[in-house]
Every structure is written in C-alpha cells, then in structure tokens.
C-alpha cells in the first residue's frame, strides 16, 4: 500500500491510497519481519485494481492473468509490456518498504 505514518495503520489511513507494488506472498513473510495484520480492508472498498501481469517469460505459451485467475493468451503487445507476475520471498515486503518510503 503507498501509506507510511509513524504509528499503525487505521482503516481510514488505508482509504484510497493505491499500491506500489504486488506480487504472491506466504504470510510468514510478515512473521520474518516481525510484522502483524491489523484488520482487513477490501482493495475494491478504493477500486483498487491489481495491475495484469504474465504467468511466465514471454513465449509462446504465455498467458495474461488478473491475480491468479489466467485470462487468456498474451498478445505480443501484451508479452512486451507487462511484467512476469512475482512471487516474494521472506523479507522482500521489507525490502520493497525500504526501496519506496525510506529517505
């Protein structure tokens, strides 16, 4: 999410902030960086759509997905600009946290 405060998240904090990044996580992910969930807030509460992505290097058999649902075939517009969707490991939330909030 593109929020960052010196305390914790509220859900009102959350409302329409958009993201910054997205990719598939373990929720031990949160456990590595000593993390914890608050609550649970909709992304379609803001419109929040995440971005399509491939399910794999651009080739033959590339496929466009929403998430983890597989749309179809990518177009080779479509394998020349979306990204490969990502998987994270243990401590890339932080490392991505760091990479857009810190000065």
């Given at each position: 999410?593109?929020?960052?405060?010196?305390?914790?998240?509220?859900e009102?904090?959350?409302?329409?902030?958009?993201?910054?990044?997205?990719?598939?996580?373990?929720?031990?992910?949160?456990?590595?960086?000593d993390?914890?969930?608050?609550?649970?807030?909709?992304l379609?509460?803001?419109?929040?759509?995440?971005?399509?992505?491939?399910?794999?290097?651009?080739?033959?058999?590339?496929?466009?997905r929403?998430?983890?649902?597989?749309?179809?075939?990518?177009?080779?517009?479509?394998?020349?600009?979306?990204?490969?969707?990502?998987?994270?490991?243990?401590?890339?939330?932080?490392?991505?946290?760091?990479?857009?909030?810190?000065?």
């Amino acid at each position: 999410m593109d929020w960052q405060g010196v305390g914790e998240p509220t859900e009102d904090d959350l409302a329409n902030v958009g993201i910054v990044e997205h990719g598939q996580a373990h929720i031990r992910c949160i456990q590595a960086i000593d993390g914890e969930i608050l609550g649970y807030r909709p992304l379609d509460a803001d419109d929040i759509k995440i971005p399509l992505t491939l399910d794999e290097a651009p080739g033959a058999n590339c496929h466009v997905r929403q998430v983890f649902e597989l749309l179809g075939l990518a177009s080779d517009e479509q394998k020349a600009s979306l990204s490969v969707f990502s998987t994270w490991g243990y401590k890339v939330i932080q490392i991505l946290a760091n990479k857009h909030f810190s000065s």
